[in-house]
Structure formats: C-alpha cells, structure tokens
C-alpha cells in the first residue's frame, strides 16, 4: 500500500500563485511515475501533469504548459506542483497519483485549489 496526501491547496486571486505537495509512504520502491489531476465540480477528473520517478521527464496537459511546473523531492518522497498565473478556471480539487510497475495505481486524497476573479 501507498499513502498519499497532499497539501498546499487554498483560496487564491486570479493571477497568483500556490504551491501543492504530495508526501508518499508505505509501498514507494517500486514507483513508475507520479502525476497530478484535477476535478472540478461536475466534470470529469482530468490530467495535470506527469514526472517519472527515475529520471526528470515531464509532461503537460495543454492548460498546464507554461504555467505550471511538476518536480519531485526522491529523497523525500514527495512530489510538487507549482501553479502561477492562476485562473478561475483552475478550480478545483488536485489529486496525486502513483503508477506502479505492474499496473497498480493509488490516490490521494484531494486538496481544494479555489481562484476567485
């Protein structure tokens, strides 16, 4: 088992910016990759951003191209999201997640990003 738990999440004005972390324990030897997503009230949960535990790549989804940088602490097992230029449009709650070798899969459980205009 993996435990998860994310912080950093808040109220922010639009244009500013928030830090998110994920802390991970338990089961964290075999980590593929780390990656964060979104929810947003009545949608879909969506992909924010990805980095592989053993080297530095990244990926993007679109929206977060240029705004947001994923980065990741090995020696602490923990796992960042920083978020600038922050719109309304961001809101909403941002799940970590782990991909294991093997398929297995875990989440945390959410912390609450609100931008207000």
């Known amino acids: 088992q993996v435990q998860l738990v994310e912080s950093g999440g808040g109220l922010v004005q639009a244009g500013g910016s928030l830090r998110l972390s994920c802390a991970a324990s338990?089961?964290?030897?075999?980590?593929?990759?780390m990656s964060w997503f979104r929810q947003a009230p009545g949608q879909e949960r969506e992909f924010v951003a990805r980095?592989?535990?053993?080297?530095?790549?990244?990926n993007y989804a679109d929206f977060a191209e240029g705004r947001f940088t994923i980065s990741k602490d090995t020696a602490k097992r923990t796992l960042y999201l920083q978020m600038n230029s922050l719109k309304p449009e961001d809101t909403a709650v941002y799940y970590c997640?782990?991909?294991?070798?093997?398929?297995?899969?875990?989440w945390g459980q959410g912390t609450q990003v609100t931008v207000s205009s």
């Open positions: 997640n782990t991909f294991h070798y093997g398929g297995t899969e875990y």
């Open positions: 338990g089961r964290t030897f075999d980590m593929h990759a």
């Open positions: 980095t592989w535990w053993s080297n530095d790549a990244t």
